[in-house]
């Protein structure tokens, strides 16, 4: 298994172009993520996905948008880049339910947005 | 609002010594905390965890202990390691998300 993977590993954007981050896990878990770290403010909750059809707003929802059309699959679109969303973007993926345990992310996109 | 905290950005440890991590936490809705781990350009890693309903978990050289009237829970590593040189998170789990802590760099030095 590949487990989480995302692409790209880094990016650099100008202000106000679009982008989007893709995510893919192969374990058919249903509950999957995105988060972002920034220095000195841990990771911080963006959209999450309880399922194939299924998303909802995080902490920090606002500039980025996200969908689920299948299990595996769980892009994140940036519709109008700003310096703001400079930071480390990570997904993650786990079974259904609450098992906290078993989350796992993946290695991580690095945006610059200039 | 911050709901996890951990006050200590760093924290330096002699190899063989006990490492003990600080998180506290202010939702009571809480009912798992988990720790994970952070290499540089790698994503987190799954450490250990324990219930709300629990007061200790152990799994090797990790222990984390709860103490729920203090919304207080800690990490200990013993005997520390090189390798353990990371940074670690403390995270709260409420409704299925995870909110997470601003994480403490460990430097374990041989």
């Known amino acids: 298994n590949a487990g989480v993977t995302q692409t790209p590993k880094f990016q650099v954007l100008k202000t106000g172009q679009s982008m989007t981050l893709q995510c893919a896990q192969d374990?058919?878990?249903?509950?999957m993520s995105w988060y972002r770290q920034d220095p000195g403010m841990g990771l911080r909750l963006i959209h999450y996905?309880?399922?194939?059809?299924?998303?909802d707003q995080g902490e920090v929802p606002n500039g980025y948008n996200v969908s689920r059309s299948t299990t595996e699959d769980f892009p994140l679109r940036l519709l109008s880049a700003a310096p703001s969303q400079t930071s480390v973007y990570f997904c993650?993926?786990?079974?259904?339910?609450?098992?906290?345990?078993?989350?796992?992310f993946g290695p991580g996109t690095r945006l610059t947005v200039l | 609002d911050q709901q996890v905290k951990q006050n200590s950005p760093s924290l330096s440890v002699q190899e063989g010594r006990i490492s003990i991590l600080n998180c506290d936490y202010t939702n009571s809705m809480f009912d798992y905390f988990l720790w994970y781990k952070k290499y540089p350009a790698e994503g987190p890693t799954f450490l250990i965890s324990i219930s709300s309903i629990k007061d200790k978990n152990e799994d090797g050289r990790f222990t984390v202990f709860l103490n729920k009237s203090a919304k207080h829970l800690s990490l200990h590593i013993v005997p520390s390691q090189p390798g353990d040189s990371a940074v670690y998170f403390c995270?709260?789990?409420?409704?299925?998300?995870?909110?997470f802590g601003k994480g403490t760099k460990l430097s374990v030095k041989p």
């Open positions: 993650a993926s786990r079974r259904g339910g609450l098992s906290y345990n078993e989350q796992f």
């Open positions: 374990m058919n878990h249903e509950y």
């Open positions: 996905s309880v399922g194939a059809g299924i998303t």
């Open positions: 995270a709260g789990g409420s409704q299925g998300n995870l909110i």
